[in-house]
């Protein structure tokens, strides 16, 4: 492979590299290129990069790596973005149905690049105080504040993330300040190991936080991220959650080429 074509995509500033990989010719086993790809000074530049594969019984499977190289698991606004590409390539019009890592995911592109996704069911919060932990297809760490401006995001979500819990697995971090059926969110993401301007797995996260919190069994929540606005609709479940759909902006910013010698 001597020139790759690839597309830029970005979820309320989540951003990623998406490759047709269709015909099985992207080196996915290459971690050192995945990583110079996502490279902000030495390569294209993205959150995460997002190869869109063929998959019998399916509109087409999405393989998701983290900014570090490794191929990680489910990513609420890149689920949105391969959507959008799909629709780009002609595969999919206004509805579409794909197999994530985190298994299927319905969803559906509406006329003004808004893309909703629904995602996993969640069987399981653990609460302790104004702290959650649960798992929206990726793991969450949720922190409820009344002061959310005065948090250091990347200093104290890295020390989360690599704290003795946390260690060996890892996961990402949510800061939130609640008013009613509003949030704000801040992220710091596994895997990118630095806060993002918006995380779909995580402000899903942070909503069922806070329904679990006010003790909510269905609702609409609207959520700020410093990358844009979403909203996260659910129900409750036996055990947890079901019918959770992430609603937002998939925006396509340009195609490009660039030489494989990462």
């Not at 630095?194 to 003790?215: D, N, P, Q, Y």
Request: aromatic fraction near 12%; charged fraction near 25%; glycine fraction near 12%.
């Amino acid at each position: 492979m001597k020139e790759l074509t690839f597309y830029k995509y970005h979820g309320a500033g989540n951003d990623f590299v998406i490759v047709d990989n269709r015909d099985l010719s992207f080196p996915a086993d290459n971690i050192s290129y995945i990583e110079w790809l996502c490279d902000r000074r030495f390569g294209i530049g993205a959150d995460g990069l997002m190869l869109l594969q063929s998959k019998e019984g399916f509109d087409f499977e999405m393989r998701y790596f983290n900014s570090d190289g490794r191929e990680a698991s489910m990513c609420g606004n890149g689920g949105r973005c391969i959507v959008a590409f799909a629709a780009r390539l002609g595969i999919i019009e206004g509805k579409t149905e794909f197999i994530a890592v985190d298994g299927p995911h319905e969803a559906v592109l509406e006329s003004d690049a808004t893309v909703s996704l629904k995602m996993t069911d969640v069987k399981q919060i653990d609460a302790a105080g104004e702290e959650y932990f649960l798992d929206t297809g990726s793991p969450h760490f949720v922190r409820f504040l009344d002061h959310i401006d005065s948090v250091d995001v990347f200093n104290e979500g890295r020390a989360v993330r690599y704290s003795d819990r946390f260690r060996e697995k890892g996961t990402n971090v949510n800061f939130v300040q609640q008013t009613g059926n509003h949030l704000v969110v801040y992220t710091y993401e596994r895997g990118v190991e630095a806060e993002t301007l918006a995380c779909g797995t995580g402000i899903t996260a942070s909503v069922l936080s806070a329904a679990h919190k006010s003790g909510l069994d269905k609702g609409l929540f609207t959520v700020k991220a410093k990358g844009g606005d979403l909203s996260v609709s659910f129900e409750k479940a036996e055990k947890g959650f079901t019918n959770i759909w992430l609603r937002g902006p998939a925006a396509f910013v340009f195609r490009g080429t660039i030489s494989a010698n990462g």
